[in-house]
């Protein structure tokens, strides 16, 4: 623990030494990541689907705000999403609205959030998302979690169904479209993660807000199981198929709650054996107050000078 403290603590000097290059850095990444996972999943969109317009555009938006990445993502979806169907694409956009609607209007900070649940549910670790939310963020950002699972859905869905809808010459245009508003209103597996991860991180946003020793740590290992339990359950009653996945949909909680167990410590460690209850009053209260203290170490700033002693040899 004390070397995981004291390696937080020599990030936080880089960072805020260094954070005019690290912030743009994170968007970089971040967006170059999600347009790469849009070409992953399309392939129709000639120079949309071309790496190099991937960095270029990103090395533009790690430039600016986090929301005009988000713009920008959604653009390239659109793009991707009309070389398959024009009216299909009219129908993406409209989602796009609706949510950003509600997205500028509540979770207009959480843009990374938005980005970061589609890569996650590539990378099979979308756990993570709820429980950071519950434990570290506030409610508000739920909505952006629950934006990235629609989007995530609307790649999968037009990704999977992109080839049959492209090159099948006997399907007609209103088919196509029927095809995907089918997929995308009673996608079972969409609503399931929604309502899970919704659960989940409401469940430990309470929990971590408790006035108890260790709330966080309990939060986060309640949420797991909870989220778990949840997918696992939500599956039965709408009889989707998950026995095949079920092991590893526990393995890929598991290891979201050891991830996040590992970040909040490196965020906020707290020494609860020095505890202390404080009481006082003013004009209009008398306040008792549970005071714990952060640990805290210093980083280890040793600097090794060597001195070479010439010795004079005798002859």
Do not use: W
Request: glycine share 4%; charged share 10%; aromatic share 14%.
């Amino acid at each position: 623990m004390t070397q995981m403290l004291i390696f937080k603590e020599k990030l936080k000097n880089i960072y805020s030494s260094y954070s005019v290059y690290i912030d743009p850095a994170i968007r970089f990444v971040l967006t170059f990541s999600f347009l790469l996972l849009v070409n992953h999943y399309f392939d129709y969109a000639g120079i949309f689907s071309n790496p190099v317009v991937a960095i270029l555009v990103s090395m533009i938006c790690c430039l600016l705000p986090i929301n005009f990445s988000v713009l920008v993502t959604a653009f390239f979806v659109i793009v991707n999403v009309y070389y398959i169907n024009p009216i299909m694409a009219l129908i993406v956009l409209m989602i796009y609205l609706v949510m950003f609607i509600m997205y500028f209007r509540f979770s207009a900070k959480y843009g990374y959030i938005l980005m970061l649940m589609p890569i996650m549910f590539f990378l099979k670790i979308p756990y993570i998302i709820p429980i950071v939310i519950g434990i570290l963020m506030i409610p508000s950002a739920i909505f952006a979690m629950i934006f990235g699972i629609i989007i995530h859905f609307i790649l999968l869905i037009t990704g999977n169904d992109g080839v049959v809808l492209v090159n099948g010459t006997s399907v007609s245009s209103s088919d196509k479209v029927s095809l995907f508003i089918k997929n995308i209103a009673s996608n079972k597996e969409m609503i399931i993660y929604i309502v899970a991860f919704t659960v989940t991180a409401v469940v430990a946003y309470l929990i971590a807000k408790l006035s108890i020793n260790y709330a966080k740590d309990i939060a986060i290992m309640v949420s797991g199981i909870l989220n778990f339990a949840i997918i696992i359950t939500l599956s039965l009653v709408t009889d989707l198929d998950l026995s095949s996945s079920i092991i590893v949909i526990g393995l890929c909680i598991a290891i979201s709650v050891g991830i996040t167990y590992l970040l909040s410590k490196m965020i906020l460690a707290l020494d609860y054996q020095r505890t202390e209850f404080v009481q006082y009053e003013d004009d209009n209260y008398y306040y008792y107050v549970k005071a714990i203290p952060k640990v805290k170490v210093s980083a280890e700033n040793v600097q090794v000078q060597h001195i070479n002693v010439k010795r004079n040899r005798r002859r």
